[in-house]
């Protein structure tokens, strides 16, 4: 909800931050980092304690320092810590929080990532964690979706594995694979279909269509959805052999990605059992 300032237009609204962190979001994700790793649960940095530990390996994996350059206080440590958080490029601050929710223990690895989401909702970034990465979503609905796709059941794990996949093709920093994206995430959708029509080599197409012979598809959703696989498998589309160079940008994955999730849940979700 806008503050009492904005809503009055005493200050201008906070603007969705696509490549880069101001100083609120840097000091509000640093006060989670900062209760979860640096101050609450570690302490000290004395000898084989939690935080030397991390200090360790977060000089050695993340900042690929000599483990010797750790400072020989905690609070020296922790300082400059902070100064990373300020000071850094805003995608090095990402890497630093996925490092960071890599090393921690799996048991408050979900508290960790709710929190960092809340935040980067709060401050109207465009990153949230799903699937255990940053990727570039606003949307708490898309989140939801791709993460909904990502966890199927064993019937459904070729799904869940082809929108993995498509989501970090469409997170790799520094340069995404849109293109291979967009193919992993129409392949989910193919992958479902196939699996609730028990169809092993059918077509998207060809499934959509005994899906409808059971069920009665309206025909503007049928449509909509063959023309959606038309634009990635035919001669022009994006998984043509001979259309190695189509031209897809960030937006044309996000939407691929996103829909994709949500068709291939509601498949499941709907039409599960559709058995001739």
């Not at 906070?14 to 840097?26: C, G, P, V, Y």
């Not at 390996?57 to 810590?81: H, R, V």
């Not at 309206?218 to 022009?236: E, V, W």
Request: with cysteine; charged share 25%; proline share 3%.
């Amino acid at each position: 909800m806008p503050s009492f300032s904005e809503r009055h237009g005493f200050k201008k609204p906070k603007q969705i931050q696509i490549t880069s962190l101001d100083a609120e979001t840097r000091h509000s994700l640093w006060n989670v980092c900062a209760q979860f790793i640096f101050i609450n649960r570690y302490t000290f940095l004395n000898d084989d304690t939690r935080l030397q530990r991390f200090a360790r390996d977060l000089y050695a994996g993340f900042y690929k320092l000599p483990i010797n350059d750790i400072p020989s206080t905690t609070s020296t440590y922790i300082a400059n810590e902070l100064k990373f958080f300020q000071n850094a490029e805003w995608f090095d601050v990402f890497d630093m929080i996925e490092f960071i929710c890599c090393q921690l223990e799996e048991e408050y690895k979900a508290d960790f990532i709710n929190v960092v989401n809340f935040v980067l909702e709060r401050e109207k970034s465009a990153f949230r964690f799903v699937g255990g990465a940053l990727a570039p979503l606003s949307s708490e609905t898309d989140v939801d979706e791709i993460e909904l796709a990502i966890n199927q059941n064993d019937k459904f794990k070729p799904v869940s594995a082809h929108i993995a996949a498509a989501l970090s093709l469409f997170a790799t920093k520094p340069t995404a694979d849109y293109r291979n994206s967009i193919k992993e995430s129409i392949s989910a959708v193919e992958s479902a279909a196939r699996l609730i029509t028990q169809s092993p080599t059918a077509t998207l197409g060809d499934a959509i269509k005994k899906i409808d012979a059971k069920h009665s598809l309206h025909n503007a959703f049928k449509d909509g959805i063959l023309k959606i696989y038309g634009y990635t498998n035919d001669k022009g589309g994006i998984r043509h052999s001979l259309t190695e160079e189509t031209n897809v940008d960030e937006a044309d994955a996000r939407f691929m990605l996103v829909f994709c999730s949500a068709f291939a849940n509601y498949l499941i979700s709907r039409f599960d059992e559709v058995v001739d």
